[in-house]
Protein backbone atom coordinates (compact mmCIF):
# COMPACT_ATOMS: atom_id res chain seq x y z
CA UNK A 1 0.00 0.00 0.00
CA UNK A 2 1.17 3.31 -0.85
CA UNK A 3 1.63 5.92 1.41
CA UNK A 4 -0.11 9.94 0.58
CA UNK A 5 3.97 10.87 0.09
CA UNK A 6 4.32 8.57 -2.26
CA UNK A 7 0.82 10.44 -4.59
CA UNK A 8 2.16 12.17 -7.61
CA UNK A 9 2.20 15.58 -7.48
CA UNK A 10 -0.55 17.05 -9.40
CA UNK A 11 1.33 19.15 -12.11
CA UNK A 12 2.86 15.51 -12.83
CA UNK A 13 -0.77 13.46 -12.80
CA UNK A 14 -1.76 16.75 -15.37
CA UNK A 15 1.68 16.19 -17.51
CA UNK A 16 0.66 12.24 -17.67
CA UNK A 17 -2.88 12.50 -18.81
CA UNK A 18 -2.09 15.36 -21.03
CA UNK A 19 0.40 12.70 -22.84
CA UNK A 20 -2.41 10.17 -22.53
CA UNK A 21 -4.93 12.25 -24.67
CA UNK A 22 -5.27 10.96 -28.30
CA UNK A 23 -4.26 12.93 -31.66
CA UNK A 24 -6.37 15.48 -33.12
CA UNK A 25 -7.77 13.60 -36.13
CA UNK A 26 -6.21 13.99 -39.55
CA UNK A 27 -7.39 16.57 -42.02
CA UNK A 28 -7.16 14.38 -44.84
CA UNK A 29 -8.73 17.28 -47.20
CA UNK A 30 -6.82 20.48 -46.27
CA UNK A 31 -3.05 17.89 -45.93
CA UNK A 32 -3.75 17.10 -49.70
CA UNK A 33 -4.28 20.76 -50.59
CA UNK A 34 -0.94 21.59 -49.04
CA UNK A 35 0.41 18.85 -50.44
CA UNK A 36 -0.97 19.73 -53.81
CA UNK A 37 0.60 23.34 -53.41
CA UNK A 38 3.70 21.98 -52.41
CA UNK A 39 4.07 20.01 -55.34
CA UNK A 40 3.55 22.97 -57.19
CA UNK A 41 5.61 25.46 -55.63
CA UNK A 42 8.60 23.32 -54.28
CA UNK A 43 11.45 25.32 -51.39
CA UNK A 44 8.88 28.50 -52.46
CA UNK A 45 6.26 27.11 -49.41
CA UNK A 46 7.93 28.44 -46.58
CA UNK A 47 5.84 27.45 -43.53
CA UNK A 48 2.86 26.71 -43.37
CA UNK A 49 -0.29 25.12 -40.38
CA UNK A 50 -3.10 23.01 -40.43
CA UNK A 51 -4.78 23.32 -37.65
CA UNK A 52 -8.61 24.31 -36.29
CA UNK A 53 -10.24 23.54 -39.95
CA UNK A 54 -7.97 25.82 -41.18
CA UNK A 55 -5.27 26.05 -43.47
CA UNK A 56 -2.57 28.74 -43.88
CA UNK A 57 0.50 29.02 -45.88
CA UNK A 58 3.73 31.41 -46.05
CA UNK A 59 5.13 31.36 -49.24
CA UNK A 60 8.13 33.14 -50.88
CA UNK A 61 7.64 36.77 -52.24
CA UNK A 62 8.65 36.17 -55.68
CA UNK A 63 6.25 33.00 -56.02
CA UNK A 64 3.19 35.21 -54.61
CA UNK A 65 1.25 35.00 -57.70
CA UNK A 66 2.70 32.02 -58.50
CA UNK A 67 0.78 30.62 -55.44
CA UNK A 68 -2.15 32.24 -56.06
CA UNK A 69 -2.84 30.58 -59.34
CA UNK A 70 -2.22 27.58 -57.98
CA UNK A 71 -4.83 27.85 -55.75
CA UNK A 72 -7.03 28.84 -58.52
CA UNK A 73 -5.93 26.14 -61.28
CA UNK A 74 -4.87 23.48 -59.10
CA UNK A 75 -6.68 23.49 -55.66
CA UNK A 76 -10.08 24.76 -57.31
CA UNK A 77 -10.44 28.05 -55.33
CA UNK A 78 -12.93 29.82 -57.55
CA UNK A 79 -13.83 32.35 -54.73
CA UNK A 80 -11.43 35.19 -53.66
CA UNK A 81 -12.60 36.24 -50.30
CA UNK A 82 -9.86 39.13 -49.39
CA UNK A 83 -6.63 40.83 -49.32
CA UNK A 84 -5.17 42.72 -46.67
CA UNK A 85 -1.62 43.69 -45.05
CA UNK A 86 -0.09 42.89 -41.44
CA UNK A 87 2.15 45.44 -39.61
CA UNK A 88 3.89 43.47 -37.01
CA UNK A 89 5.70 46.08 -35.19
CA UNK A 90 5.09 46.00 -31.49
CA UNK A 91 3.60 48.77 -29.49
CA UNK A 92 5.00 48.64 -25.90
CA UNK A 93 2.96 50.98 -24.61
CA UNK A 94 -0.04 51.01 -26.35
CA UNK A 95 -0.33 54.45 -26.98
CA UNK A 96 -1.94 56.17 -30.27
CA UNK A 97 1.15 58.59 -30.41
CA UNK A 98 4.14 58.04 -32.54
CA UNK A 99 6.69 56.90 -29.91
CA UNK A 100 9.43 55.16 -32.14
CA UNK A 101 11.47 56.17 -34.90
CA UNK A 102 11.43 53.19 -37.89
CA UNK A 103 14.56 54.06 -39.22
CA UNK A 104 15.66 53.68 -34.93
CA UNK A 105 16.33 50.24 -33.95
CA UNK A 106 17.12 51.14 -30.44
CA UNK A 107 13.60 52.48 -31.02
CA UNK A 108 11.58 49.57 -31.76
CA UNK A 109 12.33 47.86 -28.23
CA UNK A 110 10.92 50.73 -26.30
CA UNK A 111 13.20 52.84 -23.75
CA UNK A 112 14.94 51.59 -20.43
CA UNK A 113 11.99 53.46 -18.30
CA UNK A 114 9.41 51.86 -19.30
CA UNK A 115 7.47 49.56 -17.07
CA UNK A 116 8.59 45.87 -17.37
CA UNK A 117 4.53 44.78 -18.73
CA UNK A 118 3.69 41.43 -20.73
CA UNK A 119 3.01 43.49 -23.92
CA UNK A 120 4.86 41.77 -26.71
CA UNK A 121 8.49 43.82 -27.10
CA UNK A 122 9.33 41.94 -30.26
CA UNK A 123 7.70 40.69 -33.52
CA UNK A 124 5.57 37.80 -33.02
CA UNK A 125 4.14 36.84 -36.81
CA UNK A 126 1.30 34.72 -35.80
CA UNK A 127 0.26 31.62 -37.68
CA UNK A 128 2.94 29.84 -39.87
CA UNK A 129 5.41 32.71 -38.86
CA UNK A 130 7.26 35.47 -40.96
CA UNK A 131 10.60 36.82 -40.40
CA UNK A 132 9.60 40.61 -41.33
CA UNK A 133 7.49 43.48 -40.42
CA UNK A 134 5.05 43.52 -43.39
CA UNK A 135 3.37 40.63 -44.36
CA UNK A 136 0.75 40.63 -47.55
CA UNK A 137 -2.00 37.73 -46.79
CA UNK A 138 -4.88 36.98 -48.98
CA UNK A 139 -8.12 34.21 -48.60
CA UNK A 140 -9.59 31.85 -50.75
CA UNK A 141 -12.19 30.10 -51.09
CA UNK A 142 -13.28 26.33 -52.92
CA UNK A 143 -17.30 27.24 -53.17
CA UNK A 144 -18.28 23.31 -53.91
CA UNK A 145 -15.99 21.47 -50.88
CA UNK A 146 -16.35 24.62 -48.76
CA UNK A 147 -12.68 24.48 -48.00
CA UNK A 148 -10.83 27.99 -47.99
CA UNK A 149 -7.02 28.84 -47.48
CA UNK A 150 -5.04 31.87 -45.83
CA UNK A 151 -1.79 32.88 -48.05
CA UNK A 152 0.53 35.06 -46.94
CA UNK A 153 4.22 36.69 -47.61
CA UNK A 154 7.01 38.51 -46.19
CA UNK A 155 7.50 41.98 -47.49
CA UNK A 156 10.60 44.29 -47.78
CA UNK A 157 10.46 46.53 -44.26
CA UNK A 158 11.98 49.24 -46.75
CA UNK A 159 10.16 48.70 -49.69
CA UNK A 160 7.18 46.30 -48.90
CA UNK A 161 5.96 45.17 -52.57
CA UNK A 162 5.01 41.69 -54.04
CA UNK A 163 3.08 41.21 -57.70
CA UNK A 164 -0.30 42.06 -58.08
CA UNK A 165 -3.08 38.85 -58.52
CA UNK A 166 -5.68 41.24 -60.37
CA UNK A 167 -5.24 39.14 -63.27
CA UNK A 168 -6.17 35.83 -61.60
CA UNK A 169 -9.05 37.58 -59.58
CA UNK A 170 -11.02 40.76 -60.66
CA UNK A 171 -11.72 41.51 -57.35
CA UNK A 172 -8.55 41.74 -56.40
CA UNK A 173 -8.80 45.28 -57.62
CA UNK A 174 -9.81 47.52 -54.41
CA UNK A 175 -8.47 45.41 -52.33
CA UNK A 176 -5.17 46.02 -53.00
CA UNK A 177 -5.75 49.50 -54.02
CA UNK A 178 -6.72 49.94 -50.30
CA UNK A 179 -4.09 48.05 -49.15
CA UNK A 180 -1.51 50.12 -50.93
CA UNK A 181 -3.21 53.00 -49.49
CA UNK A 182 -3.49 52.19 -45.98
CA UNK A 183 -0.66 50.01 -45.79
CA UNK A 184 2.09 51.46 -48.49
CA UNK A 185 2.71 48.23 -50.11
CA UNK A 186 3.14 48.01 -53.75
CA UNK A 187 1.18 45.98 -56.35
CA UNK A 188 3.34 45.87 -59.43
CA UNK A 189 1.33 45.34 -62.17
CA UNK A 190 -2.12 46.60 -60.97
CA UNK A 191 -3.86 48.21 -63.58
CA UNK A 192 -4.76 51.62 -61.42
CA UNK A 193 -3.11 51.81 -57.94
CA UNK A 194 -5.30 55.15 -56.74
CA UNK A 195 -6.90 56.20 -53.67
CA UNK A 196 -10.39 54.77 -52.36
CA UNK A 197 -10.66 57.01 -49.13
CA UNK A 198 -8.26 59.03 -48.65
CA UNK A 199 -7.36 62.44 -50.47
CA UNK A 200 -5.17 62.26 -52.99
CA UNK A 201 -2.58 64.87 -51.11
CA UNK A 202 -2.94 63.05 -47.86
CA UNK A 203 0.65 61.97 -46.48
CA UNK A 204 1.42 58.30 -44.65
CA UNK A 205 -0.66 54.97 -44.23
CA UNK A 206 -3.03 55.08 -41.45
CA UNK A 207 -3.12 51.14 -40.88
CA UNK A 208 0.98 51.03 -40.14
CA UNK A 209 1.51 50.96 -36.50
CA UNK A 210 3.77 53.95 -36.78
CA UNK A 211 1.02 55.95 -38.12
CA UNK A 212 0.03 59.12 -35.08
CA UNK A 213 -3.37 58.38 -34.25
CA UNK A 214 -4.24 62.35 -33.49
CA UNK A 215 -7.21 61.19 -31.81
CA UNK A 216 -4.70 59.21 -29.35
CA UNK A 217 -2.75 62.08 -28.95
CA UNK A 218 -5.96 63.69 -27.28
CA UNK A 219 -7.47 61.36 -25.64
CA UNK A 220 -5.69 57.84 -24.79
CA UNK A 221 -7.07 54.20 -25.19
CA UNK A 222 -10.43 53.59 -22.90
CA UNK A 223 -8.67 50.79 -22.33
CA UNK A 224 -5.48 52.20 -20.69
CA UNK A 225 -7.88 54.82 -18.45
CA UNK A 226 -10.74 52.51 -17.99
CA UNK A 227 -9.35 49.70 -16.39
CA UNK A 228 -11.98 46.96 -15.11
CA UNK A 229 -10.79 44.66 -12.31
CA UNK A 230 -10.24 41.15 -13.05
CA UNK A 231 -12.88 38.79 -11.59
CA UNK A 232 -12.48 38.67 -7.97
CA UNK A 233 -10.15 41.88 -7.65
CA UNK A 234 -11.69 45.01 -5.55
CA UNK A 235 -12.89 47.68 -7.51
CA UNK A 236 -10.00 50.29 -7.88
CA UNK A 237 -7.24 47.64 -8.17
CA UNK A 238 -7.25 46.75 -11.73
CA UNK A 239 -3.89 47.03 -13.44
CA UNK A 240 -4.81 50.62 -14.75
CA UNK A 241 -5.91 51.70 -11.81
CA UNK A 242 -4.30 55.07 -10.21
CA UNK A 243 -2.23 55.57 -13.20
CA UNK A 244 -2.19 59.02 -15.19
CA UNK A 245 -5.87 59.57 -16.71
CA UNK A 246 -7.15 57.02 -14.48
CA UNK A 247 -9.59 59.14 -13.10
CA UNK A 248 -11.17 60.65 -16.43
CA UNK A 249 -14.32 60.54 -16.66
Known amino acids: M ?11 AAEAEAETEAPAPRDELREGLLATLTEALGDAVVASEVAGGDLTVRVATDSWKRAVEVCRTRLHMDYFCFLSGLDWLPNPTLSGEKVWDTDDEAGKQGTDDEETTDIPTAVQSGVAGGDTRFQVFARLYDTRRHVGITLKADLDDNDPRVESITELYRGADWHERETWEMYGFDFAGHPSLRHIY ?16 LAREVKPWPGLVDVEPMPGEPEGEGEGAGTEGGDAG
Do not use: I, Q, T
Open 2 to 12: SSEADAPPAEA
Open 198 to 213: LPGEFEGHPLRKDFPL
